[in-house]
């Protein structure tokens, strides 16, 4: 777990003071020092030019397209050469071919961290976020495509529209009205329930679990791994009641609902959430049958 | 035109509280945001929210310590309203199902915090912004509240009377990125901006790509004054090729850190010989600036963070998300060699200056969260407190724009007779506009030159003509400058000489590049040639934005000759209460800055708080 610990500025610290010091410490020693890190790294570089360039270069393929613009409106691949870097990751390097060699292309990317979810690509094969991807992981060339099964906007964006209606279907806000009296006063929820839902409330809406999902591909009304999993970070959430439980399990039994899930556990295996996505259709199906709801 | 009762600018923490708020006191509210709600960047906060919801602690001891860690520049009528307002505020959150970490008896869980005298920091998991973010966007969805997501704010429908103070805002000017078309919406109540924070004006940011500050700049360039935008707070532990953020509880469980020689230059460099590793941010990131410079860096540029002795069993136990973050985005394995970090841009302490009510001067003008100053967080912000911000102002907001009674507010706001000028501001290059083309495209007075004002309809359109122009010009200009390189040296300028050490040659520096690159954007051209998801022109738009705001930054680094809080200054090693208990101010005065100050308000309901010596 980690704890966030931004501790406050301190005028008084001692350590400001030192810091100054050695701010203004004696320049000829360190400038000496510094000349010859400086020469240090002019031969690293000349080292690294020698050797084979291609070590040291990513080699990108894009899926390009835009409706509007004259040799793009049919889908082409283009070629990027991007120099490497340790750490660097496939949406480093679209952020790279981008600023360096063509500003027309276009990808969805905005946290850089894995917590808004805009940047899954379908990247040598497989669903994955761009920004937690590291290029050192990947075979080259490597090969950069707009999420699979959702319709092409420009590049590598997708409409999201339907991704989101699917969402919005499940009634994915939490309900309970019966709520404790006072406005400073909680509703308990334990441990182990919390515990329960916690990995269900970790999805950020990326869209990688519906874009692998076979049964989705097949029945666009499908509600799909996302949204099921969403109903179920409620239905399981104590908070909510035993009648607003059922009202959930009804919507997760109509026909585009968790029975379609045929438990191929792709969506699961794409998930950069980990969410055990198959598990909890699998139990929101045995729940149904438990509450003896009809099924189709 | 589309047109609503209310136009929240944004959909993160604070945009998501405000339209909550405006649509429950009854108004037609839209949310008009460049991102999905769920892709705001309030989604990364990790740590939790601060609260006084407990037996033993009160909402006066969270304002004191609010004032304490403000370094006495935080206004008590804003920080005592943030802790009386939060702990129903985050019950509410409780009460739409946010899902807080527990204790064994079922209540929210809390954990200490750096400068806090009470553990009230109400947490969820490592990932408290995420699920807050998203609780409030259920809220939304169940509400029905309109979103026009993924539309580009470009500008605000404000007249342009000669005192900003006489203006009023009648909406804004967006563009739908996905078909390109440019809009304007019309706001019959208020607008509230909620853009979050500047961070991308620095080359090193724990903050996401669209942190580019534009609504500061919006309200800026309309009149509105931006307040101690000096104070930027730098985090010690980020990673080096991303900037994402490593958190203290590293070193909390006993993570060292090394210099390239293998010291621990925390102690046998001497610069915090009690604390070590666990310093405060402002120290850490100093001393690890100082290694750096003196050619001790690890490849020039970062510090080993090494946590290998804990042990595997404690790493798994207590810092497991943290291997995933070092393996992820750099790439190294964190139970093998150490983690490379370095100081970043983590948080904006000042932004639009807002009364309690998060009101501007502008009527019908608010702003909430990151983007705006109440000023809660004065010189330097604690950690946990920006979230309780974005709920209690953001609601404010929502609630004031809708046309609800909150009582007048003490903070005054816009150039008065309370205000002190700045004669001497000392930039080495003109600050403000470059050529002509910059000219403010909205502007509300009949051109007819009666004088007179002209309707709101009017005023709107002339903005969303003024922007169709803007990108019509952008866009046919062939050969022009790429943006990104305006924007790389922008950033590089602010990060060589704005950062968390500061002397005034460097800030002077910093100001004379930020000169070249006002002149460089005259040139600026956008090559993407569609119209379809351009997001050249989006960033073309952003880095605009980044300018002015950059430079509002480094006018304050320059004017504030003391040492305070987050902001360091080398030829000035103290905090100067008998000069400095005030706010800097800088509107945009027909393209040219001008600075003023407005004395801060220590006088709180019931007691004034007494600056001290801040020690820990
Ligand atoms: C890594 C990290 C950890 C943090 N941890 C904590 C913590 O533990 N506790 C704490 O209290 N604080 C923390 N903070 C600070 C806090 O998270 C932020 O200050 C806060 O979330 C900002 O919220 P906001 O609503 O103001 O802006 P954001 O969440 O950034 O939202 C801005 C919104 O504005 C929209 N927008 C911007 N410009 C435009 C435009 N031109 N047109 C249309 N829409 C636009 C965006 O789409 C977005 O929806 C942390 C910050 C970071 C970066
Ligand atoms: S469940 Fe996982 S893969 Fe699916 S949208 Fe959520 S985070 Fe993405
Ligand atoms: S950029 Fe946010 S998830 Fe990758």
Same mark, same amino acid.
């Given at each position: 777990m980690s704890t966030q610990q931004e501790q406050p500025t301190d005028a008084d610290d001692a350590g400001t003071g030192q810091a100054d010091d050695a701010a203004d410490a004696g320049p000829s020693p360190q400038d000496r020092r510094m000349d010859k890190k400086a020469d240090r790294r002019?031969?690293?570089?000349?080292?690294?030019?020698?050797?084979?360039?291609?070590?040291?270069?990513?080699?990108?393929?894009?899926?390009?397209?835009?409706?509007?613009?004259?040799?793009?409106?049919?889908?082409?691949?283009?070629?990027?050469?991007?120099?490497?870097?340790?750490?660097?990751?496939?949406?480093?390097?679209?952020?790279?071919?981008?600023?360096?060699?063509?500003?027309?292309?276009?990808?969805?990317?905005?946290?850089?961290?894995?917590?808004?979810?805009?940047?899954?690509?379908?990247?040598?094969?497989?669903?994955?976020?761009?920004?937690q991807t590291q290029i050192s992981d990947l075979d080259g060339p490597v090969r950069v495509e707009p999420l699979p099964h959702q319709d092409v906007v420009k590049d590598l964006v997708v409409d999201m529209e339907h991704f989101y209606e699917q969402m919005h279907a499940v009634e994915p806000y939490f309900q309970e009205e019966d709520l404790p009296d006072g406005d400073l006063e909680e509703q308990y929820q334990t441990r182990e329930n919390r515990e329960k839902v916690k990995m269900s409330t970790r999805c950020i809406w990326c869209g990688a679990c519906m874009s692998s999902c076979n049964i989705a591909a097949g029945d666009n009304e499908y509600l799909g791994p996302a949204a099921i999993n969403k109903a179920y970070r409620f239905a399981m959430d104590d908070r909510e009641g035993e009648e607003l439980k059922e009202h959930r399990l009804r919507i997760m039994e109509q026909e585009h609902g968790v029975w379609r899930c045929q438990t191929q556990f792709s969506c699961t295996e794409v998930c950069p959430k980990d969410i055990p996505l198959t598990e909890h259709i699998q139990e929101l199906k045995r729940e149904a049958v438990k509450k003896n709801l009809k099924f189709w | 035109m589309y047109e609503h009762d209310v136009i929240v600018v944004g959909a993160g923490g604070a945009g998501l509280r405000a339209a909550i708020a405006a649509h429950e006191a009854g108004a037609d509210v839209a949310m008009v945001t460049k991102l999905h709600p769920v892709r705001s960047h309030t989604g990364a906060a990790e740590g939790g929210i601060n609260a006084a919801i407990r037996d033993g602690d009160d909402w006066e001891l969270h304002a004191y310590d609010t004032m304490k860690g403000s370094d006495y520049l935080g206004d008590a009528p804003a920080i005592e309203t943030l802790a009386q307002d939060s702990p129903e505020d985050t019950i509410t959150l409780e009460h739409w199902g946010m899902p807080f970490s527990r204790e064994e008896d079922g209540t929210v869980s809390q954990r200490p915090f750096g400068g806090l005298s009470f553990p009230r920091t109400t947490?969820?998991?490592?990932?408290?912004?995420?699920?807050?973010?998203?609780?409030?966007?259920?809220?939304?969805?169940?509400?029905?509240?309109?979103?026009?997501?993924?539309?580009?704010?470009?500008?605000?429908?404000?007249?342009?009377?000669?005192?900003?103070?006489?203006?009023?805002?009648?909406?804004?000017?967006?563009?739908?990125?996905?078909?390109?078309?440019?809009?304007?919406?019309?706001?019959?109540?208020?607008?509230?901006?909620?853009?979050?924070? /500047?961070?991308?004006?620095?080359?090193?940011?724990?903050?996401?790509?669209?942190?580019?500050?534009?609504?500061?700049?919006?309200?800026?360039?309309?009149?509105?004054?931006?307040?101690?935008?000096?104070?930027?707070?730098?985090?010690?532990?980020?990673?080096?090729?991303?900037?994402?953020?490593?958190?203290?509880?590293?070193?909390?469980?006993?993570?060292?850190l090394y210099n390239e020689?293998?010291?621990?230059?925390?102690?046998?460099?001497?610069?915090?010989?009690?604390?070590?590793?666990?310093?405060?941010?402002?120290?850490?990131?100093?001393?690890?600036?100082?290694?750096?410079?003196?050619?001790?860096?690890?490849?020039?540029?970062?510090?080993?963070?090494?946590?290998?002795?804990?042990?595997?069993?404690?790493?798994?136990?207590?810092?497991?998300?943290?291997?995933?973050?070092?393996?992820?985005?750099?790439?190294?394995?964190?139970?093998?060699?150490?983690?490379?970090?370095? /100081?970043?841009?983590?948080?904006?302490?000042?932004?639009?200056?807002?009364?309690?009510?998060?009101?501007?001067?502008?009527?019908?003008?608010?702003?909430?969260?990151?983007?705006?100053?109440?000023?809660?967080?004065?010189?330097?912000?604690?950690?946990?407190?920006?979230?309780?911000?974005?709920?209690?102002?953001?609601?404010?907001?929502?609630?004031?724009?809708?046309?609800?009674?909150?009582?007048?507010?003490?903070?005054?706001?816009?150039?008065?007779?309370?205000?002190?000028?700045?004669?001497?501001?000392?930039? /080495?290059v003109e600050p403000g506009l470059a050529g002509i083309d910059e000219t403010s495209p909205a502007s509300g007075v009949a051109a007819d030159g009666s004088g007179q004002t002209m309707a709101s309809d009017a005023v709107l359109e002339q903005a969303v003509e003024a922007?169709?122009?803007?990108?019509?010009?952008?866009?046919?200009?062939?050969?022009?400058?790429?943006?990104?390189?305006?924007?790389?040296?922008?950033?590089?300028?602010?990060?060589?000489?704005?950062?968390?050490?500061?002397?005034e040659d460097g800030v002077k520096k910093a100001l004379e590049i930020i000169r070249e690159c006002r002149e460089e954007y005259q040139r600026v051209g956008v090559s993407d040639p569609s119209r379809t998801f351009n997001t050249d022109l989006q960033m073309t738009y952003e880095t605009r934005n980044l300018i002015d705001v950059a430079e509002t930054i480094a006018l304050g680094a320059l004017v504030r000759n003391e040492f305070r809080g987050a902001h360091w200054r080398q030829?000035?090693?103290?905090?100067?209460?008998?000069?400095?208990?005030?706010?800097?101010?800088?509107?945009?005065?027909?393209?040219?800055?001008?600075?003023?100050?407005?004395?801060?308000?220590?006088?709180?309901?019931?007691?004034?708080?007494?600056?001290k010596v801040r020690s820990y």
């Open positions: 002019i031969e690293r570089e000349r080292a690294a030019g020698a050797t084979d360039a291609d070590a040291e270069t990513v080699h990108l393929k894009v899926f390009r397209y835009d409706p509007e613009v004259e040799g793009k409106q049919e889908p082409r691949f283009d070629d990027f050469h991007v120099p490497f870097e340790k750490g660097m990751t496939v949406l480093d390097a679209l952020i790279y071919a981008r600023d360096e060699f063509d500003p027309s292309l276009t990808f969805r990317h905005s946290c850089r961290q894995a917590v808004c979810g805009s940047d899954a690509f379908f990247v040598n094969g497989r669903q994955r976020l761009g920004c | 947490y969820a998991g490592a990932e408290t912004g995420h699920h807050l973010l998203h609780t409030m966007y259920e809220q939304v969805v169940k509400r029905g509240i309109q979103v026009y997501d993924e539309w580009y704010v470009m500008n605000l429908a404000v007249t342009d009377e000669p005192d900003p103070n006489d203006r009023s805002c009648h909406g804004v000017v967006a563009y739908d990125v996905q078909s390109g078309q440019i809009q304007g919406f019309k706001a019959n109540d208020g607008v509230i901006l909620a853009t979050g924070g /500047p961070g991308q004006a620095f080359d090193h940011t724990t903050n996401a790509v669209s942190c580019t500050g534009d609504g500061q700049a919006m309200a800026y360039r309309a009149g509105v004054p931006l307040e101690d935008m000096e104070f930027v707070q730098f985090h010690p532990t980020t990673l080096p090729s991303t900037g994402v953020l490593i958190s203290e509880g590293v070193r909390g469980e006993g993570g060292i020689d293998g010291e621990r230059f925390m102690f046998e460099h001497g610069y915090a010989n009690n604390d070590g590793e666990l310093a405060s941010r402002d120290v850490v990131s100093r001393a690890e600036l100082t290694e750096v410079n003196e050619g001790r860096g690890v490849e020039d540029e970062y510090v080993n963070l090494d946590m290998r002795h804990l042990g595997e069993e404690r790493i798994m136990d207590r810092l497991e998300n943290i291997l995933h973050l070092a393996e992820d985005f750099e790439g190294v394995d964190g139970l093998v060699e150490p983690m490379p970090v370095k /100081p970043g841009q983590h948080y904006e302490m000042g932004g639009i200056e807002t009364d309690e009510n998060g009101a501007t001067c502008v009527d019908g003008l608010y702003a909430a969260g990151e983007c705006a100053c109440v000023s809660v967080h004065g010189a330097n912000r604690l950690g946990g407190n920006a979230l309780p911000e974005l709920i209690v102002f953001g609601k404010r907001a929502g609630r004031h724009a809708a046309g609800e009674e909150l009582g007048a507010a003490e903070i005054l706001t816009g150039y008065g007779d309370d205000v002190e000028d700045e004669t001497d501001v000392g930039a /080495p922007e169709r122009t803007r990108v019509d010009h952008l866009m046919d200009t062939d050969d022009g400058v790429n943006h990104a390189d305006i924007r790389s040296k922008l950033q590089r300028a602010m990060t060589d000489y704005v950062n968390v050490f500061r002397t030829e000035n090693q103290i905090r100067d209460d008998e000069n400095w208990l005030k706010h800097t101010m800088i509107t945009w005065d027909d393209g040219a800055p001008s600075i003023w100050y407005r004395p801060v308000i220590l006088e709180g309901e019931e007691k004034t708080y007494e600056p």
